[in-house]
């Protein structure tokens, strides 16, 4: 059985004054564990303190996202083979978010912001049917299939340097959620989401955003690229 050092970030905003590192030596791993996995053995076996989300452990509902060797990810797929093991197994809570206890953060403000483009169906009040809307086949993009993949996990807000200079801004997710809603057939909005866009300043800020999605959503091909063209 193969051992590594892992570090896991510890920080109570109520006791601490800074997050620090604990370090836990000579952990026993496999290669085909996930960072969740070791996670999991950490508080069973060595200090049941340690503070984690998680809940499906099949990247479906983002709780796990957290920093694996200061690299935001979802714990849950990110395999032991898949990291460089020579070196210790750092992790740490998202960064721009408050930290709740950990590696829990509070993603309250991300979701604030996000309400500001209206990330639901606003549908043509005249055209509403009586009972289910009726959508055709084709009209499900591969593309509509792959933003709705989101999972509002808070990783490409975490990568965000412009968060980081600026609470304020409004997190790249909106611009996801934006680009699904426009091609649904069922929402009403269209081009004025895309002069909503400009208003809060996300298209400016588009250029900023590089983070790997774990679902596979390129930020700039898949959302920030085809809204641009459309404003
Ligand atoms: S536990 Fe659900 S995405 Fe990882």
């Not at 509509?144 to 304020?168: F, M, N, P, V």
């Not at 997710?173 to 866009?197: F, H």
Request: hydrophobic share 35%; proline share 5%; glycine share 2%.
């Amino acid at each position: 059985m193969k051992t590594i050092q892992v570090n896991v970030s510890r920080y109570n905003p109520e006791t601490d004054t800074a997050p620090v590192l604990q370090c836990f030596n000579d952990i026993a791993y496999d290669d085909n564990d996930s960072v969740l996995d070791i996670l999991l053995k950490l508080k069973e076996e060595y200090d049941s303190s340690i503070t984690f989300r998680y809940s499906c452990k099949c990247t479906i509902c983002g709780s796990c996202a957290m920093r694996i060797n200061d690299e935001a990810r979802h714990a849950c797929v990110t395999k032991m083979r898949d990291l460089d093991t020579t070196a210790p197994l750092t992790i740490e809570a998202l960064k721009n978010f408050p930290v709740i206890k950990d590696l829990v953060v509070d993603l309250q403000p991300m979701i604030d912001t996000l309400r500001s483009v209206s990330p639901w169906i606003v549908a043509d009040q005249k055209n509403v049917p009586e009972k289910e809307y009726l959508i055709k086949p084709e009209a499900i993009t591969d593309t509509l299939q792959l933003l709705d993949k989101c999972t509002i996990c808070g990783i490409c807000h975490s990568d965000s340097s412009a968060i980081a200079e600026d609470a304020r801004v409004i997190t790249p997710i909106a611009m996801v959620k934006t680009r699904k809603l426009m091609l649904d057939p069922r929402d009403n909005l269209r081009e004025e989401r895309v002069k909503q866009l400009a208003e809060l300043g996300l298209l400016k800020h588009s250029d900023e955003w590089n983070t790997t999605c774990p679902k596979g959503i390129d930020l700039a091909s898949d959302v920030t690229l085809p809204l641009k063209q459309h404003g």
